[in-house]
């Protein structure tokens, strides 16, 4: 069962993706690590920890695509459970900081002993085990998914109200974490982290190996999600994106489908959240704004919502045109991402891969017709699509 | 003493018939007076204080007011009376009538007139008397309010006699509080107490209520109920106005929210358009505001009250024309498409951020209230500031404006129904496309005049906008889409809502309840408040 469903998720254009993908994460780190800082070929590790940062990125776009692109819910609070998976994993670093914080508490890090705290809340406890930690990476954004996803498609609400709401529920948690009494470090966040797992987060061998991590996870939730949506579920769930009331007439519980992918969406989210913290040093209120959401959105726009590849290949070329532009031109990068939502909605709708693929099917069909009954005209109409 | 002291003053005041009318013609007069300040003793300064204060002219008060910190000094050479400032080893003079700079002078010929706390007092009296018939309504009631907080008993024959000549209530009352606190501090009989107690409870304010506190120890015999039920009474007055206060400011909240919403309401609610960019027409509205204002100040600086009337058209024919345009040139490819629509408008919304950054700077620009939307009014114990209550007012005017433009117009009857049936509106001859650009380019508009509002409240920033565009959408949806007058009751109750939660969880935590509120209501209504029903909504 378990071989047969893997085997479905791994077709040749998987198997390809999942190949480049392990070859990144072992040719980057060894490039970093074995050779010497003066080679043509070494990558130098503030490129590792960038790429690692763009990783997150392709997981969280990957997760905002599951939902989105397969099951038609736009969530434009995914930043949220991304902030969330971030804070838990950010509370295990805070906690390893230990004594060798500036005021050198043992129990409770730098900014409760600031506001004159005197204990630990009860919800610090635990996240000095990792265990624990990477526990509730996955466990709190699922939860708040499972539970606001539980109201929310139970009473079927749907399209751009569900939208609405999914920014509502960022913005207050936006607010929320901006407050110094949620105990979460306030304005400021958690930051100045030392120790992973006993590791120096500043070292080159931890950077490279949350690079290769931040990758591992990448390919294996790829994998679930590629499961997913080429199982029987998986098409259910499209049929949900594209007629949610023929599928609830055809005797399927919608709701329960939407809330079991919106679930595991979060908690991809989550993860690359906590992998994200580690390598940027920092989790802040920020992070919950709803522009961060509607920002990955577009990643996955770009690449062509609908194909997990897709999402991938979004996320890091919008990054990586990010990084290019806020170096070269900053003021034109706002100029160029709402060019780019605008570009992408009106004449790329299908996104990058999208896109391709369609004319790869379209060249490949004419080929074949042209092959069959040479001197016919080639049909020139479009393959139907069936996102609309 | 003191008590004798003052009562001296008044008497002299009394001689001369209606002190303050005619006092300023001849202030050269009263320097021989001031110059007899420096001769002699505390007596003689005494009584010729007392002859200072009879004139019942308001130009001897800097004079007494610089005798009374010590300031004021006689010349040795021919005995003239200076107000004098020391600067290392010389006076800064200054003329203790006309207040203008009267050169220097070496600190050793010059000698201080001495004073003592006896004659403080009797200077503070006679000061509090002369402000007290002040010909300026302001300064008699500032003179009244510092005898309220002072507390002193002999204030009280000062202010008998100012109000039997007092005609402006506002002062009157206060004066009357005044002296009312006065008397509970004095050692006047139980009944006289009990009149004062009853002109606080009638005043019924905080100041009134922390009076009577302070004399609840010294109260006596039939003093001491009195005062306990006065109290309670105020307590329960001022809970009523702290709710209406409540009420008030979440109307004014409301409003700003309304003012958000209404264009919102508009775009997304009528023609069902989630326009991402409808915060940026807000902030595009209170930059036309920066920029006439910059105009009128360099040009015509005496237009500049009427700023905010120049900036409404134009705000609005700029909203409204980037409207049209971002209708014609994206959204109308999108109709049907709604989650394509929000992209769209969230990346125009980013490039018009961005444009205004890049030509005004990302710093906050400078707004100016015009002359009558700054101060503020008194309403029984509620501060009203004009500006708020303006924008009120305003938001209900553009409301109301709406209304009859989407009721009453021949645009808005085909608003209206091409919103209910496209195809047959476009069948009868309406040329649905060009409704459809109006239409937007009314809402985004709309959002442009609320800029203006806006723009005398908020930071104008390219980041105005942003701020807006969440609570706006919570407004719509709350209100119910599709319907004004849900956007309306939405938006004035959001406002009281966050109000009243606000003293008891704080600003942000009432705006995460508020939020949090808004989601679960949309899942009990997920059409919101008013919906429309009937076949179109699923459409």
Same mark, same amino acid.
């Given at each position: 069962?378990?071989?047969?469903?893997?085997?479905?998720?791994?077709?040749?254009?998987?198997?390809?993706?999942?190949?480049?993908?392990?070859?990144?994460?072992?040719?980057?780190?060894?490039?970093?690590?074995?050779?010497?800082?003066?080679?043509?070929?070494?990558?130098?590790?503030?490129?590792?920890?960038?790429?690692?940062?763009?990783?997150?990125?392709?997981?969280?776009?990957?997760?905002?695509?599951?939902?989105?692109?397969?099951?038609?819910?736009?969530?434009?609070?995914?930043?949220?459970?991304?902030?969330?998976?971030?804070?838990?994993?950010?509370?295990?670093?805070?906690?390893?900081?230990?004594?060798?914080?500036?005021?050198?508490?043992?129990?409770?890090?730098?900014?409760?002993?600031?506001?004159?705290?005197?204990?630990?809340?009860?919800?610090?406890?635990?996240?000095?085990?990792?265990?624990?930690?990477?526990?509730?990476?996955?466990?709190?954004?699922?939860?708040?998914?499972?539970?606001?996803?539980?109201?929310?498609?139970?009473?079927?609400?749907?399209?751009?109200?569900?939208?609405?709401?999914?920014?509502?529920?960022?913005?207050?948690?936006?607010?929320?974490?901006?407050?110094?009494?949620?105990?979460?470090?306030?304005?400021?966040?958690?930051?100045?982290?030392?120790?992973?797992?006993?590791?120096?987060?500043?070292?080159?061998?931890?950077?490279?190996?949350?690079?290769?991590?931040?990758?591992?996870?990448?390919?294996?939730?790829?994998?679930?999600?590629?499961?997913?949506?080429?199982?029987?579920?998986?098409?259910?769930?499209?049929?949900?994106?594209?007629?949610?009331?023929?599928?609830?007439?055809?005797?399927?519980?919608?709701?329960?489908?939407?809330?079991?992918?919106?679930?595991?969406?979060?908690?991809?989210?989550?993860?690359?959240?906590?992998?994200?913290?580690?390598?940027?040093?920092?989790?802040?209120?920020?992070?919950?704004?709803?522009?961060?959401?509607?920002?990955?959105?577009?990643?996955?726009?770009?690449?062509?919502?609908?194909?997990?590849?897709?999402?991938?290949?979004?996320?890091?070329?919008?990054?990586?045109?990010?990084?290019?532009?806020?170096?070269?031109?900053?003021?034109?990068?706002?100029?160029?991402?709402?060019?780019?939502?605008?570009?992408?909605?009106?004449?790329?709708?299908?996104?990058?891969?999208?896109?391709?693929?369609?004319?790869?099917?379209?060249?490949?069909?004419?080929?074949?017709?042209?092959?069959?009954?040479?001197?016919?005209?080639?049909?020139?109409?479009?393959?139907?699509?069936?996102?609309? | 003493?003191?008590?004798?002291?003052?009562?001296?003053?008044?008497?002299?005041?009394?001689?001369?018939?209606?002190?303050?009318?005619?006092?300023?013609?001849?202030?050269?007069?009263?320097?021989?007076?001031?110059?007899?300040?420096?001769?002699?003793?505390?007596?003689?300064?005494?009584?010729?204080?007392?002859?200072?204060?009879?004139?019942?002219?308001?130009?001897?008060?800097?004079?007494?007011?610089?005798?009374?910190?010590?300031?004021?000094?006689?010349?040795?050479?021919?005995?003239?009376?200076?107000?004098?400032?020391?600067?290392?080893?010389?006076?800064?003079?200054?003329?203790?009538?006309?207040?203008?700079?009267?050169?220097?002078?070496?600190?050793?010929?010059?000698?201080?007139?001495?004073?003592?706390?006896?004659?403080?007092?009797?200077?503070?009296?006679?000061?509090?008397?002369?402000?007290?018939?002040?010909?300026?309504?302001?300064?008699?009631?500032?003179?009244?309010?510092?005898?309220?907080?002072?507390?002193?008993?002999?204030?009280?024959?000062?202010?008998?006699?100012?109000?039997?000549?007092?005609?402006?209530?506002?002062?009157?009352?206060?004066?009357?509080?005044?002296?009312?606190?006065?008397?509970?501090?004095?050692?006047?009989?139980?009944?006289?107490?009990?009149?004062?107690?009853?002109?606080?409870?009638?005043?019924?304010?905080?100041?009134?209520?922390?009076?009577?506190?302070?004399?609840?120890?010294?109260?006596? %015999?039939?003093?001491?109920?009195?005062?306990?039920?006065?109290?309670?009474?105020?307590?329960?007055?001022?809970?009523?106005?702290?709710?209406?206060?409540?009420?008030?400011? %979440?109307?004014?909240?409301?409003?700003?929210?309304?003012?958000?919403?209404?264009?919102?309401?508009?775009?997304?609610?009528?023609?069902?358009?989630?326009?991402?960019?409808?915060?940026?027409?807000?902030?595009?509205?209170?930059?036309?505001?920066?920029?006439?204002?910059?105009?009128?100040?360099?040009?015509?600086?005496?237009?500049?009250?009427?700023?905010?009337?120049?900036?409404?058209?134009?705000?609005?024919?700029?909203?409204?024309?980037?409207?049209?345009?971002?209708?014609?040139?994206?959204?109308?490819?999108?109709?049907?498409?709604?989650?394509?629509?929000?992209?769209?408008?969230?990346?125009?919304?980013?490039?018009?951020?961005?444009?205004?950054?890049?030509?005004?700077?990302?710093?906050?620009?400078?707004?100016?209230?015009?002359?009558?939307?700054?101060?503020?009014?008194?309403?029984?114990?509620?501060?009203?500031?004009?500006?708020?209550?303006?924008?009120?007012?305003?938001?209900?005017?553009?409301?109301?404006?709406?209304?009859?433009?989407?009721?009453?117009?021949?645009?808005?009857?085909?608003?209206?129904?091409?919103?209910?049936?496209?195809?047959?509106?476009?069948?009868?001859?309406?040329?649905?496309?060009?409704?459809?650009?109006?239409?937007?380019?009314?809402?985004?508009?709309?959002?442009?005049?609320?800029?203006?509002?806006?723009?005398?409240?908020?930071?104008?920033?390219?980041?105005?906008?942003?701020?807006?565009?969440?609570?706006?959408?919570?407004?719509?949806?709350?209100?119910?889409?599709?319907?004004?007058?849900?956007?309306?009751?939405?938006?004035?109750?959001?406002?009281?809502?966050?109000?009243?939660?606000?003293?008891?969880?704080?600003?942000?935590?009432?705006?995460?309840?508020?939020?949090?509120?808004?989601?679960?209501?949309?899942?009990?209504?997920?059409?919101?408040?008013?919906?429309?029903?009937?076949?179109?909504?699923?459409?």
């Amino acid at each position: 069962m378990m071989t047969s469903f893997l085997f479905r998720a791994l077709d040749k254009n998987a198997a390809l993706f999942l190949g480049l993908l392990t070859a990144i994460i072992v040719a980057v780190p060894a490039l970093n690590l074995l050779l010497p800082p003066d080679h043509p070929l070494h990558v130098p590790t503030y490129a590792v920890t960038l790429m690692g940062k763009y990783l997150t990125y392709a997981l969280l776009a990957l997760s905002v695509d599951l939902v989105w692109g397969y099951c038609g819910i736009l969530s434009l609070g995914h930043a949220a459970f991304f902030a969330l998976g971030g804070y838990a994993m950010g509370m295990y670093l805070m906690r390893q900081i230990g004594t060798r914080g500036v005021y050198g508490d043992p129990l409770l890090p730098d900014f409760m002993v600031f506001l004159n705290w005197d204990t630990l809340p009860w919800y610090w406890y635990g996240f000095d085990m990792f265990w624990f930690a990477a526990l509730m990476v996955l466990l709190v954004p699922g939860l708040l998914a499972f539970i606001f996803g539980w109201f929310a498609f139970r009473s079927r609400v749907s399209g751009v109200y569900l939208s609405i709401i999914t920014q509502a529920l960022t913005y207050a948690l936006l607010l929320a974490f901006f407050r110094n009494d949620m105990g979460f470090g306030g304005n400021n966040g958690l930051t100045d982290f030392k120790d992973i797992l006993g590791f120096d987060v500043q070292a080159d061998t931890t950077r490279a190996a949350l690079f290769a991590a931040s990758g591992i996870a990448l390919g294996l939730c790829f994998i679930i999600c590629r499961a997913i949506t080429r199982s029987k579920l998986g098409k259910v769930l499209v049929a949900v994106r594209d007629a949610e009331s023929r599928t609830r007439f055809l005797g399927y519980r919608v709701e329960h489908y939407k809330l079991f992918v919106w679930t595991i969406s979060a908690m991809m989210a989550g993860i690359a959240g906590a992998l994200y913290v580690p390598q940027v040093g920092i989790i802040n209120p920020g992070e919950f704004a709803p522009a961060n959401s509607i920002e990955a959105v577009i990643w996955v726009a770009v690449g062509g919502r609908g194909t997990l590849v897709g999402a991938v290949i979004g996320a890091v070329l919008v990054n990586f045109a990010k990084t290019w532009f806020t170096a070269a031109f900053p003021e034109f990068w706002l100029f160029a991402l709402g060019g780019l939502f605008v570009f992408v909605t009106l004449f790329l709708p299908k996104g990058i891969v999208g896109t391709v693929t369609d004319n790869w099917a379209k060249v490949s069909r004419r080929k074949h017709a042209v092959d069959e009954r040479p001197g016919d005209t080639p049909s020139t109409r479009p393959a139907p699509n069936p996102a609309e | 003493m003191p008590y004798l002291k003052s009562l001296l003053v008044v008497l002299c005041l009394l001689i001369l018939p209606a002190g303050s009318a005619h006092a300023q013609e001849d202030t050269e007069s009263l320097r021989p007076l001031i110059n007899e300040l420096a001769g002699g003793g505390f007596s003689e300064t005494e009584q010729q204080l007392g002859v200072l204060a009879a004139t019942g002219n308001p130009g001897v008060v800097p004079a007494l007011e610089a005798l009374a910190d010590g300031d004021l000094y006689a010349r040795k050479s021919d005995g003239v009376v200076f107000i004098g400032e020391r600067d290392g080893r010389v006076y800064k003079l200054t003329d203790p009538l006309t207040l203008e700079p009267a050169g220097e002078e070496r600190r050793r010929d010059m000698k201080k007139i001495k004073v003592n706390n006896g004659l403080r007092r009797v200077i503070r009296t006679a000061l509090g008397t002369l402000t007290l018939m002040a010909p300026d309504p302001a300064t008699r009631l500032a003179a009244a309010d510092a005898m309220f907080k002072a507390q002193d008993p002999g204030s009280i024959e000062a202010l008998d006699l100012a109000l039997t000549q007092e005609t402006e209530p506002r002062v009157r009352r206060k004066m009357e509080a005044a002296r009312a606190a006065a008397v509970l501090k004095s050692d006047k009989p139980e009944a006289v107490k009990l009149g004062a107690i009853a002109t606080l409870e009638a005043l019924g304010n905080r100041d009134a209520l922390s009076v009577l506190s302070g004399f609840l120890p010294e109260a006596q %015999g039939a003093e001491v109920p009195a005062t306990e039920t006065a109290m309670a009474r105020i307590d329960k007055t001022l809970a009523a106005w702290g709710a209406a206060e409540n009420v008030w400011y %979440g109307i004014s909240l409301g409003s700003v929210l309304l003012l958000a919403a209404i264009g919102l309401a508009i775009t997304f609610g009528v023609m069902g358009v989630i326009n991402m960019a409808h915060g940026e027409m807000v902030m595009i509205g209170a930059y036309v505001t920066f920029v006439v204002q910059e105009i009128i100040r360099t040009s015509a600086p005496g237009l500049f009250n009427y700023s905010l009337f120049m900036a409404l058209p134009l705000a609005f024919l700029t909203a409204g024309l980037v409207g049209i345009a971002i209708e014609r040139g994206i959204i109308r490819f999108l109709y049907g498409r709604p989650l394509e629509t929000l992209l769209a408008t969230w990346g125009v919304s980013l490039i018009l951020q961005q444009a205004v950054r890049s030509i005004f700077g990302p710093t906050n620009q400078e707004v100016g209230n015009p002359d009558w939307m700054s101060g503020a009014f008194e309403l029984g114990q509620m501060t009203i500031t004009y500006n708020r209550m303006w924008i009120v007012v305003f938001s209900l005017l553009v409301f109301a404006g709406l209304m009859l433009v989407l009721k009453k117009t021949p645009f808005g009857l085909y608003t209206r129904a091409v919103t209910q049936n496209r195809r047959m509106a476009a069948s009868m001859g309406i040329r649905t496309p060009w409704i459809d650009a109006l239409t937007f380019g009314l809402g985004s508009g709309i959002a442009g005049i609320a800029g203006v509002a806006l723009s005398q409240i908020d930071n104008v920033s390219p980041n105005l906008g942003q701020g807006y565009i969440i609570d706006s959408f919570m407004v719509v949806v709350f209100g119910g889409v599709g319907n004004l007058w849900g956007t309306l009751v939405g938006a004035m109750t959001l406002g009281v809502v966050n109000k009243f939660l606000e003293p008891y969880a704080g600003a942000v935590l009432a705006k995460i309840l508020v939020l949090i509120f808004i989601i679960l209501f949309i899942q009990k209504r997920p059409r919101g408040l008013f919906a429309l029903k009937g076949r179109a909504v699923d459409a």
